[in-house]
């Protein structure tokens, strides 16, 4: 069955902070790889998709790049700043399925 | 996302009522999906269609059925509700193109359920 891990699952920083978040499948057979912002209470907010035939997404001070030999996905945060505090999913496409499957999450509080 | 919305926002229902979540969604995309999530367990799919009178079950079926009947929309079911039920329940869509399934998902913005 494939799983999802990420990693770690909380972390605080203070502003300014470059970061990296990982996500790890234990099947490296990935045909897309999402990542998704979630605010407390709110829904999911897709931040980064990369496609098949894509290495990395890069969108301002996010950049989400995955190896797909190793099944590892990291998310990097540049100059982190309080409004980036939420949780943080990634989510993968199996080759073959119609099914995602999620990481459990990153909780991330960055600090004034 | 303006595109999914999820009717209605929040419920508060009686072991054993029923009840029915509604997805609907304007992006004219094949695939929807409902998922609850619950704290520390992350997201879990219940069900889910590839297209119009197509359904299938997901990682925890059990307790909900779901019909679509129609392209932009998508039941999610309860008959008879149990505490175990308590969720938040999110509804995303998605869509491939020309057999190209490099798109986006989009997710509703949930509908919060407490089973007494």
């Known amino acids: 069955k494939q799983e999802v891990t990420q990693i770690p699952a909380a972390l605080s920083v203070p502003e300014g902070e470059n970061l990296v978040l990982n996500c790890s499948f234990t099947?490296?057979?990935?045909?897309?790889l999402q990542w998704f912002r979630q605010d407390p209470g709110k829904g999911l907010t897709s931040l980064l998709l990369?496609?098949?035939?894509?290495r990395e997404q890069t969108s301002g001070r996010l950049n989400a790049s995955l190896d797909k030999s190793s099944g590892r996905s990291t998310l990097y945060i540049a100059a982190s700043q309080p409004g980036d505090s939420a949780t943080y999913l990634c989510?993968?496409?199996?080759?073959?399925?119609?099914?995602?499957?999620f990481g459990t999450g990153t909780r991330l509080k960055v600090l004034a | 996302n303006a595109g999914v919305t999820q009717t209605p926002k929040f419920r508060v229902l009686k072991t054993g009522q029923s009840m029915t979540l509604l997805c609907a969604q304007d992006?004219?995309?094949?695939?929807m999906y409902w998922y609850r999530q619950d704290p520390g367990m992350g997201l879990r799919l219940i069900h889910y269609?590839?297209?119009?009178?197509?359904?299938a079950k997901g990682e925890v079926p059990d307790g909900y059925n779901v019909s679509r009947l129609k392209k932009q929309n998508f039941l999610l079911g309860l008959e008879s509700a149990a505490p175990s039920q308590t969720s938040v329940y999110f509804c995303?869509?998605?869509?491939?193109?020309?057999?190209?399934?490099?798109?986006?998902?989009?997710f509703g913005p949930g509908t919060r359920l407490t089973v007494l």
């Open positions: 099947d490296s057979a990935i045909y897309n």
């Open positions: 269609s590839v297209g119009e009178g197509t359904t």
């Open positions: 995303a869509i998605w869509t491939s193109r020309g057999g190209d399934f490099s798109t986006e998902q989009f």
């Open positions: 990369i496609q098949s035939s894509q």
């Open positions: 992006m004219n995309h094949e695939y």
């Open positions: 989510a993968g496409l199996p080759s073959g399925t119609y099914k995602y499957i």
